[in-house]
């Protein structure tokens, strides 16, 4: 019963602003981008507490390791699935987020895709040339500088299953510190692997948790040594916290 309530108050909740973004952004960038700020700010925190209030779906931002950062850096995390985009929005609420992404993302998902488009966020072809997905990292580095934005890569290129860190691949990770040249935040995100699709959903919502927590802040690297170095060690750090937390088991603290 209680999962047919959770439904229907996320439906009713995501169901306008989506449907009304799918039909402002052809229209107007500008209504769009009100539309998309309503989104991040507004609707990605009453997600969490529609689901905290109905399942007992708990999300927990550890907010005392953001007072190590710097007033701008790139983020690099793990990846567990889409709902890893709105739980950074609720976490680093305060800044303005633009996610590297895989340009399939930018089609045909309600509430997601137009707000990718609209506030320009980074989307790389899945079947373009190592060459064009490289210029389109580059520029990408230039806007967030520009624009005081954080950019949020995942190195994994991929959502886990498991939940467990895949490899760490390099070569956007270095094109955006090339292009961009900012301080390194290495976070950790769990909980998105047991709620990746609607099945997972309906099976393991309840009394779930999703957790993001800062570890790590690294000065921009220099040189490539220090880009591998940035990646290994944030990658350690990552699968020691997702160890960690695993071992508190359905408590989200």
Known sequence: MYSFITLCCLFGAVIPPAVLNII?????????????????????PRVFAILNCYRHFSFFGYSDSKKMLP??????????????????????????????AKDNLSRHIPLVSEMLRAHRHCMIPR??????AMKIM???????????????????????RDGNVGKFYSAGFRKLNEAAGLPVVACAVDGGSKIRDLDHIMRSLKNGCYRVKVLKVFDAPKTKEDES??????????QNQLDDWRKLGSSCR
């Not at 990846?79 to 609420?93: E, T």
């Not at 079947?127 to 064009?132: D, F």
């Open 127 to 132: 079947k373009g040339s190592p060459m064009v």
């Open 71 to 100: 007033e701008q850096f790139m983020i690099i995390s793990n990846h567990q699935s889409l709902f890893d985009i709105p739980a950074f929005m609720n976490f680093f609420r305060e800044k303005e987020l633009r996610f590297v």
């Open 24 to 44: 402002a952004y052809p229209i107007s960038r500008r209504w769009s981008c009100a539309i998309s700020q309503y989104i991040v700010k507004v609707l990605a």
């Open 138 to 160: 580059e520029s990408f580095g230039k806007q967030v500088l520009e624009n005081n934005q954080i950019p949020v890569l995942f190195p994994e290129g991929t959502r886990s």
């Open 229 to 238: 170095f940035v990646l290994e060690e944030s990658r350690r750090l990552i």
